[in-house]
């Protein structure tokens, strides 16, 4: 069965830091790409980062050099570390699969979400 949980939202000041992480069930074989998106308040739902199969990485312009993704096949576990992060990050992050870009529309599964708000 296809799950994914997300962990790891909280509040945190500008600046701070935040790792999420993606807990996934074995219905997402190694090979499967995975993202992350967010969305803030009023605003449509956006890619942040995604992951392929062969460990290349896409980033949103807006978190470029501050977010890193990044996954552990032995733990089936997908991570969004946030550096540096401003109140414009504030929004509810989802993980998601089986889209290879930023865009949502290729994604079929989705988390329920972890909050991420930052004060400034």
């Known amino acids: 069965q296809a799950q994914l949980v997300e962990t790891g939202g909280g509040s945190v000041q500008a600046g701070g830091s935040l790792t999420l992480s993606c807990a996934t069930s074995?219905?997402?074989?190694?090979?499967?790409?995975m993202g992350w998106f967010r969305q803030g308040p009023g605003k449509e739902r956006e890619g942040v980062a995604a992951?392929?199969?062969?460990?290349?990485?896409s980033y949103a312009d807006s978190v470029k050099g501050r977010f890193t993704i990044s996954k552990d096949n032995a733990k089936n576990t997908l991570y969004l570390q946030m550096n540096s992060l401003k109140p414009e990050d504030t929004a509810m992050y989802y993980c998601?699969?089986?889209?290879?870009?930023?865009?949502?529309?290729?994604?079929?599964?989705w988390g329920q979400g972890t909050q991420v708000t930052v004060s400034s």
């Open positions: 998601a699969a089986p889209g290879c870009t930023l865009e949502t529309k290729w994604n079929r599964y």
């Open positions: 992951i392929d199969s062969d460990g290349s990485t």
């Open positions: 074995q219905y997402f074989y190694r090979d499967t790409c």
